[in-house]
């Protein structure tokens, strides 16, 4: 599932007292669309990993390890500039949204202090990482957005940061039971049960949406119930971090244990959100990151494989002109044979091929340009240069067709490791 709003909200609890006042030592750009903050915070230095991919967004605190690139972005050099020696105030997460503010003061070159806010937003394709000045003013962005669905929300250094605007839909969280009802029965009936509610709140996802449909097990009239006991189980603050597997691997997470899937798959609790995340992440991270090198790996060699078999098409080529060389011999010898018949400036020659039996009479193309003498030297020396030519294109060939065994065969291992 995608990062929701009380999944953020139950990771916003558990940072703060981690974050809050921290120091910021270091910051990474390990891959395009991730940050990592090296903090430091009542002696205890943590990692805090910022991902605003589509289908990774999140914010938690980390034990991976990453490769960094050997030169940084402009955006980590950019984040640097403002964030490195800086603290971090406050957390905040407004209006159960899926953004999390994170309020940190800083210094300029004069000293001064400086408030900034690094407005992380986790939602979907349009996940973003914003700095944000004291004026309310985009410092830079990781995804500079000049078009988009809204045109108060141009994401461009210089331009006023706004929130998103809220949805028609009513919030989950601000509504009370009979407003509840209200909505479900105002919706169509001819959806299913999550499908209403998603349809007619925000605030919830559709993996929420699923499981409190089937708390209710699939009927209206015990939908609001279900509703009611999530929304106070969520205000309480009673966060369960739980991780569903499939076969041994992760595949699915959640805020709460999730009766959903039955037997199907495997639940764990672990101690803490960010271990959550990193447990359902890396796997995934990890396995992406080798399909995403086994493609790029695989183009390589294709693109090898290719100019490979162009090369070799042009040398087959030039290998069977290589054959016809014993006739060009067999004209220089003849031409030898036959000087004294030939004058200087004469474009061909008539004269019998004693290489054949009656020694029927053969025309050789000549050189008006050059001497008869000139012209049969000019026929050995080609002669000679076809003859050596030979036996290079030959070594030439067979080394070729010796790599492109190989890279065809680098390619089958590459299409079989994909696959398992």
């Known amino acids: 599932m ?24 270091k910051v990474q750009q390990p891959e ?4 990592l903050l090296s903090v430091r915070n009542n002696g205890e230095n943590l990692r805090l990993l910022i991902n605003a991919g589509a289908g990774s967004g999140r914010i938690a605190l980390t034990k991976q390890t990453f490769e960094n690139p050997s030169e940084p972005p402009m955006f980590c050099m950019l984040l640097r500039k403002y964030l490195v020696g800086a603290r971090i105030e406050k957390l905040t997460q407004p209006n159960w949204e899926r953004l999390l503010l994170v309020d940190i003061i800083s210094h300029n070159e004069l000293g001064d202090s400086v408030n900034l806010t690094l407005a992380v937003e ?19 962005c990781l995804r500079r957005m000049e078009y988009g669905g809204d045109a108060e929300r141009r994401m461009l250094p210089g331009m006023i940061y706004r929130l998103q605007p809220e949805q028609r839909k009513p919030l989950v969280f601000n509504c009370d039971r009979a407003r509840i009802e209200t909505v479900l029965n105002a919706s169509d009936a001819s959806k299913p049960l999550d499908k209403r509610l998603l349809d007619g709140f925000s605030g919830l996802s559709p993996l929420v949406c699923r499981e ?47 009766k959903q899937y039955g037997a199907e798959y495997e639940q ?14 890396s796997k995934r991270e990890l396995l992406e990151r080798r399909r995403r090198r086994a493609r790029e790996l695989s183009h390589s060699v294709k693109t090898a494989r290719d100019r490979i078999q162009r090369k070799l098409v042009s040398q087959h080529e030039e290998l069977e002109r290589t054959y016809g060389r014993d006739e060009i011999r067999k004209n220089a010898e003849l031409l030898t044979a036959n000087l004294y018949r030939i004058k200087r400036g004469d474009s061909s020659v008539t004269v019998e091929d004693y290489y054949i039996d009656g020694c029927p009479t053969v025309e050789i193309k000549l050189d008006p340009l050059k001497t008869p003498q000139q012209n049969s030297a000019a026929m050995f020396r080609e002669y000679n240069k076809l ?19 190989y890279l065809n065969s ?11």
Do not use: W
């Open 2 to 25: 995608a990062l929701d709003t009380v999944m953020l909200s139950a990771l916003v609890s558990e940072l703060r007292p981690k974050l809050e006042s921290a120091r910021i030592d």
């Open 32 to 35: 395009r669309e991730q940050i």
């Open 122 to 140: 986790l939602m979907g394709r349009s996940s973003n990482l914003v700095l944000v000045d004291d004026d309310g003013r985009i410092i830079d």
């Open 212 to 258: 409190l449909a089937h708390r209710a097990f699939n009927d209206i009239g015990f939908l609001p119930d279900a509703v009611e006991a999530f929304l106070e189980s969520v205000r309480a603050g009673e966060f369960t971090p739980t991780l569903l597997l499939k076969d041994g691997k992760p595949a699915e997470f959640s805020f709460m244990p999730l």
């Open 268 to 281: 764990q609790t672990l101690d803490s959100f960010c271990d959550l995340l990193d447990a359902y992440y």
């Open 387 to 405: 003859k050596t030519a030979e036996a290079h294109l030959t070594t030439l060939v067979a080394e070729g067709e010796k790599q492109l065994d």
């Open 410 to 420: 680098v390619l089958d291992e590459l299409d079989r490791a994909e696959t398992e």
